[in-house]
């Protein structure tokens, strides 16, 4: 089983910035993808950002420009940055990985962007 271990949510004022981490451990398959999805109240799952294992990193089109995805491949953790948040960023924030074991979620950390 793998774990994801997220950290780095929180309130910020809007026009401010966060980084996320996700740390996986456990029992470490090959990876295939990892990244961030977010939730709304009342809202479905929505993909954020995601790294592919060579490299490769998609964004939603909502954050694109805003948000940074980024990889420490030898740790096995992912971090992502929001910059320029606003209030309609406020979401449960997701990490997903993907590998040959199957597909993992983290617990979720709270992002709140408020005066």
């Known amino acids: 089983q793998v774990q994801l271990v997220e950290s780095g949510g929180g309130l910020v004022q809007p026009g401010g910035s966060l980084r996320l981490s996700c740390a996986a451990s456990g029992n470490i398959f090959s990876i295939y993808a990892m990244g961030w999805y977010r939730q709304f109240p009342g809202k479905e799952r929505e993909f954020v950002a995601g790294i592919t294992s060579s490299g490769s990193t998609r964004y939603a089109t909502s954050v694109k420009g805003r948000f940074t995805l980024s990889s420490d491949n030898a740790k096995n953790t992912v971090h992502l940055d929001l910059n320029s948040l606003q209030p309609d960023d406020t979401a449960v924030y997701y990490c997903?990985?993907?590998?040959?074991?199957?597909?993992?979620w983290g617990q979720g950390t709270q992002v709140t962007v408020s005066l």
């Open positions: 997903n990985r993907v590998d040959s074991g199957g597909t993992y």
